[in-house]
């Protein structure tokens, strides 16, 4: 099996090796050096590229039927999911960010990512996910604040990715917004 190329979705399962390094590098501490790399998951969703801090990745895994959960009709709230005997809450990315519509059904590429703290962390369906790259901080820019509504208040910093502008989101804000659509 060969190693995955950045920006285009992933689409085999990686091979145990491949799964290990790709862990260890992940777990290993960010240096305060200001040259340090930093993990982010590229991931496509609603036809746009975003990334998160991979150290805030508890895990990623095929997308699943998303349960619903009655009388919470909150657009960003999309119900719950069963992953590994686990319950996981579900948000709506493209809801809580203005993307436009609601998830459609799951094509092949499609892939959840659960964020936040363990056993309260929150699960939500992208289209595909690109991988980890490695950013310098220098290489990360602050959001301007003429950003749309929804997108600019997750939008933590901007990265420049394979010639692509990639919004890198809060996932503290992500996580606020889903809990007060679930409530």
């Given at each position: 099996?060969?190693?995955?190329?950045p920006?285009?979705?992933?689409?085999?399962?990686?091979s145990?090796?491949?799964?290990e390094?790709?862990?260890?590098?992940?777990?290993?501490?960010l240096?305060?050096?200001?040259?340090a790399?930093?993990?982010?998951?590229?991931?496509?969703?609603?036809?746009?590229?975003?990334?998160?801090?991979?150290?805030?990745?508890?895990?990623?895994f095929d997308?699943?039927?998303?349960r619903?959960?009655p009388?919470?009709d909150?657009?960003?709230?999309?119900?719950?999911?069963a992953?590994?005997?686990?319950?996981?809450?579900?948000?709506?990315?493209?809801?809580?960010?203005?993307?436009?519509?609601?998830?459609?059904?799951?094509?092949?590429?499609?892939?959840m990512?659960?964020?936040?703290?363990?056993?309260?962390?929150w699960a939500?369906?992208?289209?595909?996910v690109?991988?980890?790259v490695?950013?310098?901080?220098?290489e990360?820019?602050?959001?301007?604040?003429?950003l749309?509504?929804?997108?600019?208040?997750?939008?933590?910093?901007?990265?420049?990715?394979?010639?692509?502008?990639?919004a890198?989101?809060?996932?503290e804000?992500?996580?606020?917004?889903?809990?007060?659509?679930a409530?």
């Amino acid at each position: 099996m060969s190693a995955h190329t950045p920006g285009v979705p992933a689409r085999a399962r990686l091979s145990e090796s491949a799964l290990e390094a790709q862990t260890a590098a992940l777990a290993a501490p960010l240096s305060q050096n200001p040259g340090a790399q930093q993990p982010l998951l590229c991931f496509r969703c609603a036809g746009e590229r975003f990334a998160v801090p991979a150290q805030e990745v508890q895990r990623v895994f095929d997308a699943l039927p998303v349960r619903r959960v009655p009388h919470r009709d909150r657009p960003a709230f999309r119900g719950l999911v069963a992953h590994e005997g686990e319950l996981l809450l579900v948000g709506s990315l493209e809801r809580l960010l203005d993307l436009g519509p609601a998830t459609p059904p799951p094509a092949p590429s499609a892939r959840m990512i659960v964020v936040g703290p363990e056993h309260h962390g929150w699960a939500f369906q992208v289209d595909a996910v690109d991988g980890v790259v490695r950013m310098a901080a220098s290489e990360l820019a602050p959001a301007p604040t003429t950003l749309r509504r929804g997108l600019g208040t997750a939008t933590r910093l901007l990265a420049r990715i394979e010639g692509e502008q990639v919004a890198v989101l809060h996932t503290e804000v992500l996580l606020r917004g889903w809990e007060g659509a679930a409530a």
